[in-house]
């Protein structure tokens, strides 16, 4: 929802917790109401969303969103401590009802459909991937527990003091992941600009994405991608 006004942000916390799954244990394929933040802080596990399969290890950071179908399983020989949120991204008069689900989309009844968050986070961040690593996750982790420790403490109006940590988190990761885009970008400009200026002036011209690619010396899927964040449209749009 592009019409999405960013100054309404006002996020609801359901949980937020440090929490350790024991080896052998599987999360079935299910979809949730809301939104959650998984961090890998220990151990190892299998994750799955919407069919793509993750090695989720120490440093990876997984959003679960709305309605999206996932899975999380450990191995026999392994653990996973993953503190997470549960949350909405805003404040609805129903968030305080609304429970966590371990139901697959096909259990959710017609008439719980309404308590799906909307999934408004690309307004914040576009393209914002199911999975980021931290090589060094201690600005995160900081963040994450502040929240944790805030909601699970339960001082005076902790509710408000959680809602602000979690704004700083969420912060912190819209701009880790703008950050990385535009490095992925910046390193490649030059040879972008020249690919657009090659277009501009043989438009005429038999151009082909394979060429544009070759001549950047990169794939064709990384410079289609590079390209439509560089200038707002793939190549072939363009």
Request: glycine share 4%; charged share 25%; aromatic share 12%.
């Amino acid at each position: 929802n592009m019409d999405y006004d960013i100054n309404t942000l006002s996020p609801y916390i359901r949980i937020a917790i440090d929490h350790t799954i024991a080896g052998g244990v599987c999360i079935p394929e299910r979809v949730i109401f809301d939104y959650e933040l998984l961090y890998v802080k220990e151990g190892e596990a299998c994750i799955t969303i919407s069919g793509t399969e993750y090695d989720a290890r120490p440093g990876d950071v997984f959003l679960f969103r709305p309605k999206i179908p996932h899975s999380v399983t450990v191995p026999k020989s392994a653990f996973l401590r993953q503190p997470h949120i549960h949350f909405d991204l805003n404040y609805r008069k129903e968030s305080p009802e609304v429970n966590v689900s371990f139901r697959p989309l096909d259990k959710i009844r017609q008439e719980e459909y309404p308590l799906f968050a909307p999934d408004n986070i690309n307004c914040f961040c576009p393209e914002m991937p199911d999975r980021i690593h931290f090589s060094e996750p201690s600005g995160f982790e900081k963040r994450l527990y502040q929240v944790i420790g805030e909601f699970q403490n339960k001082a005076p109006l902790y509710r408000l003091g959680a809602k602000g940590h979690m704004i700083n988190l969420l912060i912190f990761l819209f701009r880790e992941v703008t950050y990385r885009r535009t490095r992925r970008v910046s390193s490649r400009l030059d040879a972008l600009q020249r690919a657009k200026s090659d277009m501009d002036t043989n438009y005429a011209s038999a151009i082909t994405l394979d060429r544009l690619a070759r001549e950047a010396n990169i794939s064709k899927f990384y410079f289609s991608r590079l390209f439509a964040e560089a200038f707002g449209l793939t190549p072939i749009r363009y």
